[in-house]
Protein backbone atom coordinates (compact mmCIF):
# COMPACT_ATOMS: atom_id res chain seq x y z
CA UNK A 1 0.00 0.00 0.00
CA UNK A 2 1.13 3.62 -0.74
CA UNK A 3 -0.02 6.46 1.32
CA UNK A 4 0.34 10.12 0.23
CA UNK A 5 -0.68 13.16 2.90
CA UNK A 6 -1.58 17.01 1.65
CA UNK A 7 -3.46 20.08 2.80
CA UNK A 8 -0.54 20.98 5.49
CA UNK A 9 0.15 24.64 5.95
CA UNK A 10 0.58 27.43 7.97
CA UNK A 11 -2.17 28.67 9.98
CA UNK A 12 -2.70 31.05 12.98
CA UNK A 13 -3.59 30.16 16.35
CA UNK A 14 -7.33 28.95 16.59
CA UNK A 15 -7.74 28.26 12.72
CA UNK A 16 -8.62 25.28 11.01
CA UNK A 17 -6.80 22.38 8.77
CA UNK A 18 -7.90 19.57 6.70
CA UNK A 19 -5.94 17.14 5.88
CA UNK A 20 -5.69 14.22 3.28
CA UNK A 21 -4.34 11.14 3.21
CA UNK A 22 -4.45 9.35 -0.47
CA UNK A 23 -4.56 5.64 -0.41
CA UNK A 24 -3.61 2.58 -3.09
CA UNK A 25 -2.65 -0.51 -3.65
CA UNK A 26 -3.04 -2.97 -0.79
CA UNK A 27 -4.00 -2.01 2.64
CA UNK A 28 -5.45 -4.74 5.61
CA UNK A 29 -9.44 -3.91 5.71
CA UNK A 30 -8.19 -5.09 9.84
CA UNK A 31 -5.54 -2.56 9.92
CA UNK A 32 -6.16 0.55 11.57
CA UNK A 33 -6.08 3.56 9.73
CA UNK A 34 -3.74 6.27 11.85
CA UNK A 35 -2.38 9.90 12.30
CA UNK A 36 0.52 10.47 13.58
CA UNK A 37 2.33 13.33 14.53
CA UNK A 38 6.14 14.79 15.36
CA UNK A 39 7.68 17.61 16.43
CA UNK A 40 10.73 18.84 16.30
CA UNK A 41 12.83 17.23 19.73
CA UNK A 42 9.42 14.94 20.44
CA UNK A 43 8.28 11.64 19.96
CA UNK A 44 6.18 10.64 17.33
CA UNK A 45 2.74 10.32 18.89
CA UNK A 46 -0.71 9.01 18.36
CA UNK A 47 -3.36 11.79 17.33
CA UNK A 48 -6.43 9.62 16.15
CA UNK A 49 -7.23 6.15 14.79
CA UNK A 50 -10.23 4.93 12.71
CA UNK A 51 -10.51 1.40 13.70
CA UNK A 52 -11.48 -1.54 11.24
CA UNK A 53 -14.87 -1.59 12.31
CA UNK A 54 -15.63 1.67 11.93
CA UNK A 55 -15.26 3.32 15.12
CA UNK A 56 -12.68 6.62 16.13
CA UNK A 57 -10.77 7.54 18.94
CA UNK A 58 -8.40 10.52 19.34
CA UNK A 59 -5.70 11.06 22.05
CA UNK A 60 -4.61 13.68 24.36
CA UNK A 61 -2.94 15.31 21.94
CA UNK A 62 -5.74 16.15 19.50
CA UNK A 63 -7.77 16.90 23.26
CA UNK A 64 -11.17 16.64 21.31
CA UNK A 65 -10.22 19.27 18.56
CA UNK A 66 -8.96 16.75 15.85
CA UNK A 67 -11.91 14.37 14.27
CA UNK A 68 -10.38 11.30 11.72
CA UNK A 69 -12.76 10.59 8.91
CA UNK A 70 -12.62 8.14 5.66
CA UNK A 71 -13.93 8.55 2.51
CA UNK A 72 -13.95 4.69 0.94
CA UNK A 73 -15.06 5.67 -2.47
CA UNK A 74 -12.29 8.05 -2.70
CA UNK A 75 -10.28 5.74 -0.37
CA UNK A 76 -9.17 8.96 1.26
CA UNK A 77 -8.07 9.02 4.96
CA UNK A 78 -8.25 13.01 6.64
CA UNK A 79 -7.75 14.71 9.97
CA UNK A 80 -9.82 17.86 10.65
CA UNK A 81 -8.11 19.65 13.25
CA UNK A 82 -9.93 22.99 14.72
CA UNK A 83 -8.82 25.71 17.34
CA UNK A 84 -5.26 24.65 16.42
CA UNK A 85 -2.42 25.91 18.92
CA UNK A 86 1.01 26.74 18.33
CA UNK A 87 1.85 23.42 20.38
CA UNK A 88 0.48 21.62 17.02
CA UNK A 89 2.95 22.42 15.27
CA UNK A 90 4.52 19.17 13.55
CA UNK A 91 4.90 16.98 10.76
CA UNK A 92 1.50 14.54 10.17
CA UNK A 93 2.05 11.39 8.98
CA UNK A 94 -0.96 8.99 8.38
CA UNK A 95 -0.03 5.03 8.41
CA UNK A 96 -1.92 1.92 8.66
CA UNK A 97 -1.18 -0.59 10.58
CA UNK A 98 -1.88 -1.43 14.89
CA UNK A 99 -3.43 1.62 16.31
CA UNK A 100 -1.58 4.15 17.78
CA UNK A 101 1.34 1.94 18.07
CA UNK A 102 4.39 3.57 16.36
CA UNK A 103 6.56 0.76 15.97
CA UNK A 104 3.61 -1.84 14.61
CA UNK A 105 3.14 0.61 11.24
CA UNK A 106 3.24 -1.29 7.80
CA UNK A 107 3.05 1.68 5.59
CA UNK A 108 3.59 5.49 6.17
CA UNK A 109 2.93 7.83 4.30
CA UNK A 110 5.69 11.08 3.61
CA UNK A 111 4.50 13.76 6.10
CA UNK A 112 3.32 17.30 5.77
CA UNK A 113 4.00 19.88 7.81
CA UNK A 114 1.55 21.83 9.90
CA UNK A 115 2.80 25.35 11.70
CA UNK A 116 0.59 27.53 13.68
CA UNK A 117 1.48 30.80 14.77
CA UNK A 118 0.50 32.62 17.67
Known amino acids: GQLVESGGGSEQAGGSLRLSCATSGQIDSDDCMNWFREAPGKEREGVAALFSDGRTLDTKAAEGRFTISQDNAKRTLYLQMNSLKPEDTATYYC?????????????WGQGTQVTVSS
Open 95 to 107: AAGRCFYVQGQKY
